[in-house]
């Protein structure tokens, strides 16, 4: 009886094990989402004009993304001035909402050796999130240019490259 229960031991624990042993596989897909990246072009500069200054107080002039400026302070427009507009960008992209960074400011008087002028306060319009339906959407910006009084300033044209950034959100 001892050998028929050692055989039995010997053939039936092996074949036991091996049909206890299971194997389960499973697949998965890869998938990405492609998109069409954002493109930017530059329709008009940022243009201030030209602008006189009082000898003794210094002011600003805003342009807004449409063109239109206003004056404080010592800042003046000629009575003939040259044309002034807002910066205007085209962007093109997907049907996504797309954020626009913008700098603070952009003219480093150390940079260019002045003392008193700086470009900043931008603003834009549409607003800075806007949602574009596959399709391309013309973007105005505007600045404030901030000017010492002019006994500090020589005559000259300043022009200063600003970028902006697009992104989708």
Known sequence: MNKYLLLFILFF?????????????ATSGAKAGITTPVVVSKSADLVFGTISVSMTNGGTIIINPDGTRTTSGGVHIPTFPPASSGASFTVASQDY????????TVLDPKEYDLKVMDIGHFVTNPVINETVNSGTKTIGIGATLT???AKSIASEEVVVPFPIIVTYN
Do not use: C
């Not at 909402?97 to 603070?104: A, C, G, M, N, R």
């Open 97 to 104: 909402t797309y954020y626009i960074s913008l700098p603070t």
């Open 147 to 149: 000017v010492g009084p």
């Open 13 to 25: 624990f092996p074949v036991a094990y091996s049909f206890s042993q299971q194997v389960a596989s």
